[in-house]
């Protein structure tokens, strides 16, 4: 069905006409419901550049949404101003949405106070060092799963989940051991725990693999005791466990250092080996796209590569001065999304593209990024 797009005429204080918002009109002469189903066929940026009635539809809880950035955040770090004795740790960490249309950050809702939320990335103590926050995507849902609170204990109990198409938080089932520095990751729509470390060190928890299914009704959602790891070398770092075809693969250093890899067999429920070759090129953040393919960014070369699980090797995509250091990825929409080192910007890789083409987002002002996800948009009733 060919749709006559037609411009509405522009004033000197808005760029609509808001004849046809305010009578609700979609397109003339349809019923809205007709209207809408041809109006989806058209892309979002179209949509918001012709007038207001298509921009409120394009946001409108019935369209389907397209997919936006978001972003955990932090306040530049000041050292100076973290020399001093009075800095008392806090909550240090906002969430953001990054609308690829209008080309702007939104803040997300503010996330239950109750019980306390304190998610601290930097300690007077570690002025050195980021605390790590883990925080992971499923179901399309963005989950904070593990982080610290200022006394250097594990700030969550439960998980926290934000679900965009209802801009509602909410907690998720309580974590029976809570945990911080362990290795977080999904597959199938289901979220896997494994190892980490409590307020203090235990064998078993280091050991341990939990998981929580998102496909079965909400009532029913629990943590189940999975096989578990051999040993607890994976408590030493936060680390992606990565999902990929049925399994989750992890390794329990970052960066270029000596590291162990470990691969969970979903379907078996059990532990595997990890191929030589991916161990080896695992030399950075790494995320799959959509549980089919697994990417990597070697933070000293600034290089992208997939891994070819049929050759054990990784494949280079493209090599970036701008993905040296990089500290987090995701991936989704053809799209690999990389925090630069201090989290200064984003940089979007569109891997379907041939030449692979790139580009920055800068994060708001005064804030530094953290991590980075994939989503549907938030719904808005403003535009």
């Not at 609700?24 to 002469?29: A, C, S």
């Not at 907690?171 to 725990?193: E, F, K």
């Not at 064998?203 to 079965?216: P, T």
């Amino acid at each position: 069905m060919e749709i006559t797009v037609q411009c509405c005429k522009q004033s000197k204080n808005d760029p609509f006409d808001d004849n046809d918002s305010e009578n609700g009109t979609l397109l003339p002469g349809l019923p809205d419901d007709l209207a809408q189903r041809c109006l989806s066929s058209l892309s979002p940026s179209l949509l918001f550049s012709v007038c207001h009635s298509w921009r409120r539809l394009l946001y409108s809880p019935s369209f389907p949404p397209f997919f936006s950035l978001y972003a955990l955040l932090s306040p530049l770090h000041n050292p100076t101003m973290a020399l001093h004795r009075e800095v008392v740790p806090q909550s240090t960490i906002v969430f953001f949405s990054f609308d690829p249309i209008s080309l702007s950050w939104r803040p997300l809702p503010s996330p239950p106070q109750n019980p306390s939320f304190h998610l601290l990335r930097r300690h007077p103590s570690f002025l050195s060092r980021n605390l790590p926050i883990q925080s992971l995507t499923v179901s399309n849902h963005l989950i904070v799963i593990a982080a610290t609170t200022q006394n250097l204990f594990p700030a969550l109990s439960s998980p926290l989940v934000f679900h965009p198409e209802s801009n509602i938080w909410f907690y998720g089932p309580q974590i029976s051991a809570p945990r911080r520095w362990c290795a977080a990751g999904s597959a199938q729509d289901v979220v896997y725990l494994a190892s980490g470390f409590g307020s203090h060190y235990q064998g078993d928890v280091a050991r341990s693999l939990e998981q929580w299914d998102l496909n079965k009704k909400r009532e029913n959602w629990g943590w189940e005791n999975k096989a578990g790891l051999k040993d607890g070398r994976f408590s030493r770092e936060a680390v992606e466990a990565v999902g990929c075809r049925g399994k989750l693969c992890m390794v329990n250093v970052k960066g270029n250092a000596l590291k162990e890899g470990a691969v969970y067999n979903v379907g078996l429920d059990k532990w595997e080996d990890m191929p030589v070759g991916m161990v080896a090129g695992w030399n950075g953040p790494a995320a799959s796209m959509d549980e089919d393919e697994i990417y990597v960014i070697d933070e000293v070369k600034g290089r992208l590569s997939k891994y070819d699980g049929e050759k054990d090797c990784w494949v280079k995509v493209i090599e970036l001065e701008q993905l040296k250091r990089a500290e987090h990825i995701a991936a989704g929409r053809g799209k690999i999304c990389a925090v630069s080192a201090k989290g200064e910007r984003i940089i979007v890789v569109d891997v379907r593209d041939k030449p692979t083409r790139f580009w920055e987002v800068e994060p708001p002002c005064g804030l530094e990024v953290v991590a980075v996800h994939v989503l549907p948009r938030m719904i808005s009733r403003q535009h």
